[in-house]
């Protein structure tokens, strides 16, 4: 309750979202954010001086509130006979930007693909694939740079981190699913040089009662 506010707006468009339609689903939202707190700068200080710097006084400026837009489009390509609006094939896309200068990540998008009750005798079940992309700011790299051209870094700069992520969502029994995950990941924390690409795998149990 103490803290500054954060404001969200969304408008949004949904077709064929009803049990009963027989056309393809659709859904776009676009929207926005606006955080009215204070937020570091990721490259200066207070005076202005670069913060890799030995001549910086380590305090960051700061910037007066935080803002962002975003947008999210969710198409069914196949709608099986009698099917629901998550039934069949679908894609999905979001993406998002934020100001460079006080944000670690400034932009993000990912994308996908789901099949919903497709596998015979398994109505409930679920594969989906995704591809994850987001991108450390200019100001992140930046700053990696002038760490880098103080002698701090040996390291390269923050540039993205991506991943791939497979996954199938099988009904065990009404209310309990297992969800088996597989995920490759390049570039964690933003840089193939500190650590290498990575793999995940594991289960997620989901219970309801």
Request: net charge neutral; aromatic share 12%; glycine share 10%.
């Amino acid at each position: 309750m103490h803290d500054p506010a954060l404001l969200y707006a969304e408008a949004q468009f949904r077709k064929n979202q009803r049990k009963d339609d027989t056309g393809l689903a659709s859904q776009l939202k676009i929207g926005g954010w606006s955080h009215l707190g204070q937020f570091n700068d990721q490259r200066y200080d207070v005076n202005g001086i670069l913060l890799a710097s030995p001549a910086s006084t380590g305090v960051a400026a700061l910037h007066r509130g935080n803002y962002g837009v975003y947008g999210i489009v969710d198409q069914q390509l196949y709608r099986p006979k009698g099917g629901d609006a998550a039934s069949g094939i679908s894609v999905y896309t979001r993406g998002s930007v934020s100001p460079s200068d006080r944000n670690l990540v400034d932009a993000y998008i990912d994308g996908g693909i789901v099949f919903a009750g497709l596998v015979p005798k398994r109505p409930d079940d679920k594969f989906g694939a995704a591809i994850i992309y987001s991108r450390f700011s200019n100001s992140v790299h930046a700053f990696d740079r002038d760490q880098a051209n103080f002698g701090a870094l040996a390291t390269s700069p923050r540039d993205y981190e991506a991943n791939l992520e497979l996954t199938y969502v099988a009904q065990v029994v009404p209310g309990w699913t297992l969800q088996p995950v597989y995920t490759y990941i390049w570039h964690p924390s933003g840089t193939g040089i500190r650590y290498p690409n990575a793999q995940i795998a594991g289960v997620r149990s989901i219970v309801k009662f």
